[in-house]
């Protein structure tokens, strides 16, 4: 008998339909002797809906302002997944299923006051561990809180994760199963490269990286808490037919497991190749190399809210000053130069440039850290199919590169190749 | 400065262009300087898809049974309620209004244990109080409550008006107004006597007795709780213009004010004329006349859950047994013969008989306890009609006679004339 969270996302349960197949996953777990929790999103579409309510309300007549008070947002959308708890209840009562529905405020799984995108401070695991001992399965819904001004609060976007993560952690549960709509995390994206595999297993760590690079199974912060709680995440897929052979495995169910790099046995050195794409590239030539000076720049570009990724700082032609290449999103390339022409006079710098169309290409594995050559095996297969790189960074489990758009799809089927991903 | 509950149905709040409407109704109270509290409905249209999702979730697959948990049926339906208030809040909020959403369970509102049908229990009014204190218009999620067993509740069909007087009720609101889609209660139904007049004024008595006649401007369970609690509760538009002149009248704004019967100064002998369209008539003949007969026959058909209205027992013709008329809606006229085959045996009856198709039509004014002679005026007008009379009951301030269907609409205009309601 194991303790398992099992949480679904909003296309998951789109519909009754889709949540009597989730009830069919939850039956298939509480028939194997498990104690089951279940977490769950609101009905795909739902939160776009509420969302597109609030924005529309907030609306001042006459005026394209859009003001809304982050408390009233919450109610209003944490109403989503409170339907998709109580439905799902029902349908698990009428397949026989000792069932009970629990808002946040019930448990409560407590938050801090950020209303809209709070942050889960702490649940008291007895509540759901009485249920438990009753045989209850209690549906729990995701995404909310109670905030310390006993409100409703939500947790930003893609937050069921997140829930699902703190509740098992909460409560202790041997794994938090993640169902979506793939079946699991891998070596790259199956749509650019059809050799990708399926990763059994992949270290939090590796994780946190494809996350934050795009890989979006899973939200960031949930990858953040698995890790620091040691809560063994599994993705799989909720289309998978809930009573197919194996599907009730305790260790090796179909998907991919997240878990400690203690239990990733045979570690390869690279797990996984990610990308972005719609990256640009800006150039600051021969700014004054004084002390505060990266400060004086990313300070004003993280105020207007620009997302600033690689940087790389070199000293300039002249030897006497210093040049300055970072990227951001394509779409703030705009704002980001409005905001560098207006620092200009303070910061001092010469020339301002900028490139657009830009693709980040990563290699990622937490065996690089043991291992030396895997950047220059990179560089030189990237290379080998004349790929030409505009910028480098480095972590200790992470290589990412710039490169032309153009060359996104090539250089990621090169590098899954060149690091033996495709082979079994 | 007056202290007032303003309730907004869901055809009120139906899209966000109502919403805005109904906040300036709302906006309209506060400029005026009184302390405003708001209970809104569901979003026309929502409570009913929320049921739609209940009952489908509730059907085990493979049978046409459906079966659901109260309690989940309420964690589903009132959320309908909560995403109302929350984006009520920020319409007013973007008028510049301090307005803030408050659900069942954060006031609290407390109910009984009756998921789905919950009675409220108590509504401690300080809490409200400190809002008005504070300058803030709070907006109340109408329908539900907090049950003992914390979770939330709802209080049946309509049971916002509920909420809304035993709001106005708890913190002793000067009027608790009933904004819905008529402007009032009128004499008869306009549909039928165009020369219906609105009443300025009715008692609690007697509509009650309108509300349960199937004039359905408000849920009986609200005016008896207004009854009780001496909430003088006015029912008006929510469709006029809210920045009418007068419509900010303390005393005399357009609408109907019910109230205690002492604050109707002029009252008139009869208020109104009802009328219920579909009725059965059912007759037992030559009943064996002995204690408990009555009991014999209408337990099991309560039970049933058939809902028997006018009774009429009189001796049969040959003086040794009695006759059992009753009345029961047309679509339940099946059942009831079944009922009644069924106890034939044990009850003993010669002939049982049925008329479908009938009307009944009601003289109600609370004037008539003192004047004598309303219900031969009502005989003598139908008589001069040629208007056959199929039944009658009285009570203290009505009059309920059965008629044939198709002289409904005669009947009616009829009776209003008699009573000089058509005259100003």
């Known amino acids: 008998m194991a303790r398992i969270v099992m949480k679904f996302g909003g296309t998951s349960v789109a519909d009754i339909a889709r949540i009597r197949n989730?009830?069919?996953?939850?039956?298939?777990?509480?028939?194997?002797?498990?104690?089951?929790?279940?977490?769950?999103?609101?009905?795909?579409?739902?939160?776009?809906?509420?969302?597109?309510?609030?924005?529309?309300?907030?609306?001042?007549?006459?005026?394209?302002?859009?003001i809304y008070d982050a408390r009233e947002y919450d109610a209003v959308v944490a109403s989503g997944e409170q339907v998709t708890s109580g439905l799902?209840?029902?349908?698990?009562?009428?397949?026989?299923?000792?069932?009970?529905?629990?808002?946040?405020?019930?448990?409560?799984?407590?938050?801090?006051?950020?209303?809209?995108?709070?942050?889960?401070?702490?649940?008291?695991?007895?509540?759901?561990i009485k249920r438990f001992q009753e045989g209850q399965v209690a549906v729990i819904a995701g995404f909310q809180g109670l905030a310390p001004d006993n409100r409703l609060s939500t947790l930003g976007r893609g937050g069921s994760d997140t829930s699902a993560v703190a509740i098992a952690a909460a409560v202790k549960a041997d794994r938090c199963d993640i169902y979506t709509d793939v079946d699991g995390v891998y070596t790259t994206d199956p749509r650019i490269e059809p050799k990708a595999r399926r990763l059994p297993k992949v270290s939090f760590e590796e994780m946190l990286e494809m996350a934050s690079l795009g890989a979006k199974v899973l939200q960031v912060r949930s990858v953040e808490l698995a890790m620091v709680?040691?809560?063994?995440?599994?993705v799989r897929s909720s289309f998978d037919d809930p009573d197919a052979p194996g599907m009730s495995d305790l260790l090796n169910?179909?998907?991919?497991?997240?878990?400690?790099?203690?239990?990733?046995?045979?570690?390869?050195?690279?797990?996984g190749i990610a990308y972005a794409k719609d990256e640009a590239q800006i150039s600051l030539r021969r700014v004054a190399d004084r002390p505060g000076v990266a400060a004086g720049i990313f300070g004003p570009l993280a105020e207007a809210n620009i997302n600033v990724d690689m940087i790389v700082q070199n000293i300039s032609e002249d030897g006497k000053s210093t040049d300055m290449t970072f990227t951001v999103p394509s779409g703030d390339v705009a704002k980001a130069l409005a905001v560098l022409e207006r620092i200009r006079?303070?910061?001092?710098?010469?020339?301002?440039?900028?490139?657009?169309?830009?693709?980040?290409?990563?290699?990622?594995?937490?065996?690089?850290?043991?291992?030396?050559?895997?950047?220059?095996?990179?560089f030189?297969?990237?290379?080998?199919?004349?790929?030409?790189?505009?910028?480098?960074?480095?972590?200790?489990?992470?290589?990412?590169?710039?490169i032309d758009g153009p060359y996104t799809e090539l250089a990621v089927r090169t590098l899954h190749s060149v690091y033996g991903l495709d082979k079994h």
Chains 1, 2 share one sequence.
């Open 88 to 128: 799902l209840a029902i349908v698990l009562q009428a397949m026989g299923i000792h069932a009970r529905s629990w808002q946040g405020w019930q448990i409560p799984i407590r938050t801090d006051n950020a209303h809209g995108a709070a942050r889960i401070q702490e649940i008291d695991g007895s509540f759901l």
């Open 253 to 271: 169910p179909p998907g991919t497991l997240i878990c400690d790099e203690d239990e990733i046995v045979e570690q390869q050195v690279v797990t």
């Open 380 to 402: 030189q297969a990237l290379a080998d199919k004349a790929i030409n790189i505009r910028a480098i960074t480095t972590s200790e489990i992470k290589i990412s590169i710039l």
């Open 229 to 234: 709680h040691k809560v063994r995440t599994f």
């Open 22 to 66: 989730v009830a069919r996953h939850v039956k298939r777990e509480v028939d194997a002797g498990h104690e089951v929790a279940v977490v769950v999103s609101a009905m795909a579409g739902k939160t776009n809906e509420l969302v597109g309510w609030v924005h529309d309300a907030g609306k001042a007549e006459g005026s394209n302002l859009n």
């Open 345 to 378: 006079p303070e910061v001092g710098f010469d020339v301002l440039q900028h490139d657009d169309g830009m693709s980040k290409v990563s290699v990622i594995g937490i065996g690089m850290r043991s291992h030396a050559g895997v950047a220059a095996t990179a």
